[in-house]
């Protein structure tokens, strides 16, 4: 049953009359009795009493009439809660990232985004670029902002930024000060990202280049933790410029300097190709300071 045909239906039984019915409805009498007989043949029954003073209920009339206007009702609910979540004034947005994004450009869009969009419940899982990609292929989660390169035909992906990975060694390292060959590097242990990880794959193509292969001393997945160790002296490490940003300030770690070795951290919002959230995840991606020309490479 249709509920236009609902609808016209339950607009006589409370007229009483179908003449009263089209008026209130703006549509003529003749097409009110046509959708009322097309009921009637779906139900196989008759359904009103056309009698001289108007149309009253038969028992199954009655029955549809109780029935009707509870699905009226949760259709027309439903319509607002679709109009809704298009508004964006309700719905989810599940958002993956990695370490450096949920504690660098992550919390500054997301306050922005919940003052907006108070309505959209958001969750963040926090990840490597592997598996974040992995979730949003899968679509456990809706977007992720990772590490690229992060290849995948059903992703799309905008490349947010890039910035230089440099090494870094605690203050009093033996090597601090004056040009050093990646060659000087070969014996000093590091602290090195762990295995399988975006950037120490990019890391590893560029010293591979230079024959160069690094003594890791440890895997470390929290680039924080990284920065303590190497603090400490236990070693030296490649880190991005925003992520060393503070500690050389404040003279905790010492940049190395190091020419030869020119390497990015480029970072990336993915999402599915067919993203169910696509009207939220499109709210969310505006946000984001997206390089130009780089939206939604495919």
Known sequence: MELESLRTFIAAVRAGSLTAASRRLHRSQPAITIQIQALE???QTALLVRGPRGVRPTPAGELLY?????LLQEAESLVDDLRSV???RRGRL???ATDVMATGLLPKVLARFRRRYPGIQVSVSVEGSRGLGAAVVAGDLDLALVTLPLEHPDLVIGE??????????????????GRLTLAQLAGEPMIHHRAGSVTREEVGAVLR?????????MEVSSPEAIKALVA???????????QIAGELGE???RRLRVPEFRCWRRSGLIRRRDAVSLRAIEAFGAMMPLRRGRRDKR
Do not use: C, K, W
């Not at 947010?160 to 000060?177: K, M, N, Q, T």
């Not at 002296?233 to 880190?239: F, M, S, V, Y």
């Open 86 to 88: 298009g508004a964006l």
């Open 209 to 217: 280049l230079h024959g160069f292969e690094p003594r890791v001393a």
């Open 41 to 43: 043949r779906e139900a």
């Open 160 to 177: 947010i930024h890039r910035e230089r990975i440099y090494f870094v060694a605690a203050p009093d390292h033996h090597l601090r000060g």
């Open 232 to 242: 400490l002296g236990l070693g030296i490490a490649p880190l991005s410029q925003s």
């Open 94 to 96: 599940r958002v993956g």
């Open 251 to 253: 003279g905790r770690l």
């Open 66 to 70: 109780a029935r009707a206007r509870g």
